[in-house]
C-alpha cells in the first residue's frame, strides 16, 4: 500500500496540523508521459490552496491521485491519522450531474449511496442547498439551470458529506466573468464558515490570487512544482479587494511566478505545442 | 422597456416573416400529409373507375371499408390473435434485450464474447431459420413467439448496450469517488442514462415485433382457430377475395402505427423533463 498514516503527534507541531503530504510524488502513465514527476507539497488543516499552471502541468493528475481516483508510479501520499481519502469532496471541470435527477436527488446522491434515506438526508441537504444559495430549486433538474446554479448543485452536492478537504479541478473556467465573481466570494465566504481544507486547481492567476492563501505554481514536462506564493492578505476578501493595489501587486507576482515556470520548460513555447 | 409590447404590435420584416413560417407550418405538419392521403385514396378510387379493374384484382376503397365493415368479426379475432403474439414477442424481447445489456455491461470480455452471436442471429433472415425451429419446436404458439423475439431483440440489446456505456466518464469518477457499489452504479447511473437508448430501441422493436409475428404466421400457415391476420391474408389470396386482403392489411398498417404512437408517447413522457430529444427546440 502506498498510502501510510502519520501519527497524528507529529501533526501537531508547527503551525497549523499538517493534513496531507505528497512526498516525491510521480505519476508517468502508460504511454510514456510523465504527469508528474518528484512533487513534494504539504497540504495543511484550513489551507485554500491553488495549483497554478499551464496545461499539461499535472495539475489535474496531482487533484486525481488526492482524490485516489489514480495512484502513484513512485513516492507516497501521507494521510494524517484517521484522515483518509474518504474525507475528500470532489468538483469536476462541469458540474457533472445527474441529468434525470432533481436538484434535491443530485445533492442527496453521496450519502444515497452511502445507504443514508431520503428522510436521514434531508435536513443536511437542505442546509446544504441554502449554503449556496439554492433554497426553492429543490425539485428543479438540471437543465432548468443556468451554468452558474448547475455549479452550485455541484459544490452543494460535494460538501454535503462534510468533507475534510474539497477538491476542485478548475471548476469555474466555464463560466462567464460575472457568475465566476459570484461563486468566487460565495465559495471564499462557504470555506470561511466552514473551515475545511481546499485544493484549486485553475490556470488563472487573478482567480488562484483572490481565493488562495497559498499559490503553488506547477511547470510543465515533466509536471513538477515549480514555486510557491504565500498570499498573506487578510480574509474576507471583497469586491473592493479585488481592486485594491495589494491585489494588483500580488497578481504581477503569480503572474511572474507563471512565466518563470513557462520559460523553465526546456525548448517549449507556452501555446501548448 | 417597453420594447416587448411593441414587438408583438410591430414586427420588424424579418421577425414577421419568421413568426407566419412558423404558423404555417405548425399548420402544414397535420394538414399536409392528410390531404396527400385523401389525395390517394380518391386517385386509387378513380384508377380502378376508369381502368374497369375488376373487383379481385384492385378492389376500389369504398368497398375495401365496406369488407372491413362486414367481415369485422373474423378480421378482430384474428387482430387479437396477431396481436398478442406481437405484445408477448415484445416483452420478450424487452427482458431478454435489457437483460443481455446488462450482463453485457458487467464485462467488456463478456460483451466482447457474446456480442458477436447476437449478430449473427439478426443478419441470419428469420424465414432462413423458421424450417429449424419447426423441426425443434412443437408448440405452435412457442414457434410464433421465438420468431418474433429474435426478429425484436436486437434493436433493444444493441440500443441498451450503447447506453449503459456511454456514461459521462466525470459522474463514473465521481461514483468511484463516493465508493458505489457495482450494483448502484447500474441502478443510480446506468439504468437512467441508458434510457433514452433503450427507449429509442423499443419504438424500433414495436414494430418489428408486428413484422415479425406477422412473418412467423406465414412461414408456420397456422390454421384453425389460432390463425392471425397473415393467415386471413394468404386464405383471401387463395380465394382471390382482394377486399379482405386489402382489409387485412389495412388492419395489420394501422396497428403498426398505433404501436410505434404509443411506444412514441410513453418514451416523450419518461423523459419530457431531461432529455434533448424530448425538448422542444429553442431558439
Known amino acids: 500500500m502506498i498510502q501510510e498514516k502519520v501519527?497524528?503527534?507529529?501533526?501537531?507541531?508547527?503551525?497549523?496540523?499538517?493534513?496531507?503530504?505528497?512526498?516525491?510524488?510521480?505519476?508517468v502513465f502508460s504511454n510514456g508521459v510523465t504527469a508528474l514527476s518528484k512533487v513534494d507539497l504539504a497540504i495543511r488543516e484550513g489551507d485554500f490552496l491553488s495549483l497554478l499552471g499551464p496545461s499539461g502541468c499535472g495539475k489535474s493528475t496531482a487533484l486525481r491521485l488526492i482524490a485516489g481516483l489514480s495512484t502513484p508510479t513512485s513516492g507516497q501520499l501521507d494521510w494524517r491519522g484517521s484522515i483518509d481519502r474518504s474525507n475528500t469532496g470532489f468538483v469536476f471541470q462541469e458540474p457533472t450531474l445527474l441529468p434525470w435527477a432533481s436538484v434535491f436527488?443530485?445533492?442527496?446522491?453521496?450519502?444515497?449511496?452511502?445507504?443514508?434515506?431520503?428522510?436521514?438526508?434531508?435536513?443536511?441537504?437542505?442546509?446544504?442547498?441554502?449554503?449556496?444559495?439554492?433554497?426553492?430549486?429543490?425539485?428543479?433538474?438540471?437543465?432548468?439551470?443556468?451554468?452558474?446554479?448547475?455549479?452550485?448543485?455541484?459544490?452543494?452536492?460535494?460538501?454535503?458529506?462534510?468533507?475534510?478537504?474539497?477538491?476542485?479541478?478548475?471548476?469555474?473556467?466555464?463560466?462567464?466573468?460575472?457568475?465566476?465573481?459570484?461563486?468566487?466570494?460565495?465559495?471564499?465566504?462557504?470555506?470561511?464558515?466552514?473551515?475545511?481544507?481546499?485544493?484549486?486547481?485553475?490556470?488563472?492567476?487573478?482567480?488562484?490570487?483572490?481565493?488562495?492563501?497559498?499559490?503553488?505554481?506547477?511547470?510543465?514536462?515533466?509536471?513538477?512544482?515549480?514555486?510557491?506564493?504565500?498570499?498573506?492578505?487578510?480574509?474576507?476578501?471583497?469586491?473592493?479587494?479585488?481592486?485594491?493595489?495589494?491585489?494588483?501587486?500580488?497578481?504581477r507576482q503569480a503572474s511572474d511566478a507563471l512565466v518563470d515556470a513557462i520559460n523553465s520548460t526546456a525548448g517549449s513555447h507556452h501555446d501548448g505545442h | 422597456m417597453t420594447a416587448i409590447d411593441d414587438a408583438t404590435l410591430k414586427l420588424d420584416p424579418e421577425e414577421a416573416r419568421r413568426a407566419r413560417q412558423e404558423r404555417l407550418e405548425r399548420i402544414g405538419k397535420w394538414v399536409l400529409p392528410l390531404a396527400i392521403m385523401v389525395l390517394a385514396i380518391v386517385l386509387w378510387d378513380r384508377i380502378c373507375v376508369w381502368n374497369e379493374i375488376p373487383q379481385y384484382?384492385?378492389?376500389?376503397?369504398?368497398?375495401?371499408?365496406?369488407?372491413?365493415?362486414?367481415?369485422?368479426?373474423?378480421?378482430?379475432?384474428?387482430?387479437?390473435?396477431?396481436?398478442?403474439?406481437?405484445?408477448?414477442?415484445?416483452?420478450?424481447?424487452?427482458?431478454?434485450?435489457?437483460?443481455?445489456?446488462?450482463?453485457?455491461a458487467q464485462s467488456k470480455w463478456v460483451e466482447m464474447s457474446f456480442f458477436p452471436f447476437?449478430?449473427?442471429?439478426?443478419?441470419?433472415?428469420?424465414?432462413?431459420?423458421?424450417?429449424?425451429?419447426?423441426?425443434?419446436?412443437?408448440?405452435?404458439?412457442?414457434?410464433?413467439?421465438?420468431?418474433?423475439?429474435?426478429?425484436?431483440?436486437?434493436?433493444?440489446?444493441?440500443?441498451?448496450?450503447?447506453?449503459?456505456?456511454?456514461?459521462?466518464?466525470?459522474?463514473?469518477?465521481?461514483?468511484?469517488?463516493?465508493?458505489?457499489?457495482?450494483?448502484?452504479?447500474?441502478?443510480?447511473?446506468?439504468?437512467?442514462?441508458?434510457?433514452?437508448?433503450?427507449?429509442?430501441?423499443?419504438?424500433?422493436?414495436?414494430?418489428?415485433?408486428?413484422?415479425?409475428?406477422?412473418?412467423?404466421?406465414f412461414v408456420a400457415g397456422a390454421q384453425g382457430q389460432s390463425s392471425g391476420l397473415a393467415s386471413r391474408i394468404i386464405e383471401a389470396g387463395y380465394r382471390l377475395n382482394a377486399p379482405r386482403l386489402f382489409a387485412a392489411l389495412i388492419l395489420i398498417s394501422l396497428t403498426g402505427i398505433l404501436i410505434f404512437l404509443v411506444l412514441s408517447l410513453v418514451s416523450h413522457l419518461i423523459l419530457r423533463r431531461w432529455h434533448e430529444s424530448a425538448l422542444k427546440q429553442e431558439r
Not at chain 1, 501519527?7 to 505519476?27: D, F, H, I, Q, Y
Request: charged share 20%.
Open chain 1, 105 to 251: 436527488d443530485n445533492v442527496w446522491l453521496p450519502l444515497r449511496l452511502k445507504g443514508v434515506s431520503r428522510a436521514k438526508a434531508e435536513p443536511a441537504v437542505l442546509e446544504m442547498l441554502s449554503r449556496v444559495h439554492l433554497t426553492g430549486f429543490e425539485n428543479a433538474v438540471p437543465r432548468e439551470l443556468s451554468g452558474g446554479m448547475k455549479m452550485r448543485v455541484s459544490i452543494a452536492r460535494a460538501m454535503v458529506t462534510k468533507p475534510r478537504i474539497l477538491l476542485m479541478d478548475e471548476p469555474f473556467a466555464a463560466l462567464d466573468e460575472i457568475t465566476r465573481f459570484k461563486l468566487n466570494n460565495d465559495l471564499l465566504e462557504l470555506w470561511q464558515d466552514e473551515r475545511f481544507t481546499v485544493v484549486f486547481v485553475t490556470h488563472s492567476v487573478f482567480e488562484s490570487v483572490f481565493l488562495s492563501s497559498r499559490v503553488v505554481v506547477m511547470a510543465a514536462r515533466p509536471g513538477r512544482v515549480h514555486g510557491e506564493l504565500a498570499i498573506d492578505a487578510p480574509y474576507p476578501r471583497d469586491e473592493a479587494f479585488r481592486t485594491s493595489p495589494d491585489y494588483a501587486a500580488l497578481c
Open chain 1, 7 to 27: 501519527p497524528e503527534t507529529r501533526a501537531a507541531s508547527g503551525e497549523a496540523a499538517m493534513l496531507l503530504a505528497l512526498r516525491n510524488v510521480g505519476k
Open chain 2, 57 to 104: 384484382i384492385l378492389p376500389r376503397p369504398g368497398v375495401v371499408l365496406q369488407t372491413l365493415h362486414n367481415d369485422a368479426g373474423l378480421l378482430f379475432s384474428s387482430l387479437l390473435v396477431t396481436l398478442r403474439i406481437t405484445f408477448l414477442s415484445l416483452a420478450l424481447a424487452v427482458i431478454g434485450g435489457v437483460g443481455l445489456a446488462v450482463l453485457f
Open chain 2, 118 to 217: 447476437a449478430i449473427v442471429l439478426q443478419v441470419t433472415p428469420i424465414v432462413a431459420i423458421f424450417p429449424l425451429i419447426n423441426i425443434y419446436v412443437n408448440n405452435q404458439t412457442v414457434k410464433l413467439l421465438l420468431c418474433a423475439w429474435i426478429v425484436a431483440f436486437f434493436p433493444i440489446l444493441s440500443n441498451t448496450t450503447l447506453g449503459l456505456n456511454s456514461v459521462d466518464r466525470n459522474l463514473r469518477d465521481l461514483f468511484k469517488l463516493n465508493g458505489a457499489t457495482r450494483w448502484q452504479q447500474l441502478r443510480y447511473l446506468r439504468l437512467p442514462a441508458a434510457m433514452p437508448y433503450f427507449l429509442g430501441g423499443l419504438k424500433i422493436a414495436g414494430g418489428l415485433s408486428l413484422i415479425g409475428a406477422v412473418v412467423a404466421e
